[in-house]
Nanobody
Framework: QVQLVESGGGLVQAGGSLRLSCAAS????????MAWFRQVPGKEREFVAA????????SYADSVKGRFTISRDNAKNTVYLQMNSLKPEDTAVYYC?????????????????WGQGTQVTVSS
C-alpha cells in the first residue's frame, strides 16, 4: 500500500509560479511511476505530467509543456511539479498518483494510488 500526501497548492496571480510536492510512503518508491493529474468541477480528471521510477523518462500534456516540470527525489520519496507561467485555465485540484510499475502512463486507470488533492487557483 502506498499513501500519497500532496502539498504546495494555493492562490497565485497569472504569470506566477507554484511548486507542488507529493510525499509517498513505502519502501520501493523507485519502482513506482508517478504522475500529476488535475480536475475541475464537472470535467474528467486530466493528465498533466508523469515520470518514470528512475526519473529518466517524463511525459507532459501539450497544455503544460514548456511551463511545468515534473521531477522526483527517490531518496526522499517525493515527486514535485514545478509550475511556471501559470494561467487561469490551470486552476484545478491537482492530484498525485502512483503506479505499481516504473513505466509511465498517461491514463487515470493505470494508476493504483491517489492523493487527496491540492487546490491551485490562478487569478487573472
Amino acid at each position: 500500500q502506498v499513501q500519497l500526501v500532496e502539498s504546495g497548492g494555493g492562490l497565485v496571480q497569472a504569470g506566477g509560479s507554484l511548486r507542488l510536492s507529493c510525499a509517498a510512503s513505502g519502501r520501493t518508491f523507485s519502482s513506482n511511476a508517478m504522475a500529476w493529474f488535475r480536475q475541475v468541477p464537472g470535467k474528467e480528471r486530466e493528465f498533466v505530467a508523469a515520470i518514470s521510477g528512475s526519473g529518466g523518462s517524463t511525459s507532459y500534456a501539450d497544455s503544460v509543456k514548456g511551463r511545468f516540470t515534473i521531477s522526483r527525489d527517490n531518496a526522499k520519496n517525493t515527486v514535485y511539479l514545478q509550475m511556471n507561467s501559470l494561467k487561469p485555465e490551470d486552476t484545478a485540484v491537482y492530484y498525485c498518483a502512483a503506479r505499481k510499475v516504473p513505466a509511465i502512463s498517461r491514463t487515470t486507470r493505470s494508476y493504483d494510488y491517489w492523493g487527496q488533492g491540492t487546490q491551485v487557483t490562478v487569478s487573472s
